[in-house]
């Protein structure tokens, strides 16, 4: 199984390391037909056809017809391409665009498509979970997510620590699903994730919220 790093190593995220190209003098020498976009995009495909604990760059690089080193041009381990790999699945969700509407209305629909779209990149993408909890998470495509749970928070007129509760159980609710999501049917998903978003709801009208 892959970690986030092994016991007592520190490493630093693949989006907080600004990683320049090969050196100049040796640029020329980079294998030809490869680029980090094809690499993770490749490593998304053997993710999903083998999973997690039989991935490998020797394996990646068999399929890309390349040797092992090669992906050391673009990617300087294999920890930085899982990221990557993870980012870019988080990319197939369907985000809401806009704000939800005014005083609460449109969040619980905007909420409840959010959800059930992530569940569905855990479904079609069983490594997802595991690294989600091993690795920090944040590429674009994370923060991005990120962003729309945000404006559907704000859009539910909660404030303080209501709001910040809401927020937590939100998402401990999505990340508590990956590792049972294939063995949850998606009916009583829904019926846990109405029974969230009641509560939220009522905690917006005890705190006065319009609805």
Known sequence: MVTAADPGETRSSVW???????????RAEAPSGLDRDRITHAAVRLLDADGLARFSMRRLASGLGVTAMSLYWYVDTKHD???????????????????PGGGGAGWPDGLKDLALGYRRVLADHPWVAPLSAAYPNIGPH????????????????????????????????????GGAVRRTPEGD??????????GIEVQ???AGVPA
Do not use: K, N, W, Y
Request: proline share 4%.
């Open 16 to 26: 907080l390391v600004a990683r320049s190209g090969p050196p100049g003098r040796r």
């Open 81 to 99: 391409l899982l990221e990557l790999a993870l980012d870019r699945v988080l990319g197939e969700l369907a985000l809401p665009t806009g704000q």
């Open 142 to 177: 994370a923060r991005a997510f990120d962003a729309a749970l945000q404006r559907l928070m704000d859009a539910t007129g909660l404030m303080g620590a209501a709001r910040t509760g809401a927020h937590l159980a939100v998402r401990q609710f999505l990340h508590g699903c």
């Open 189 to 198: 998903f829904c019926l846990a994730l109405d029974v969230l978003i009641t």
């Open 204 to 206: 917006a009208t005890a």
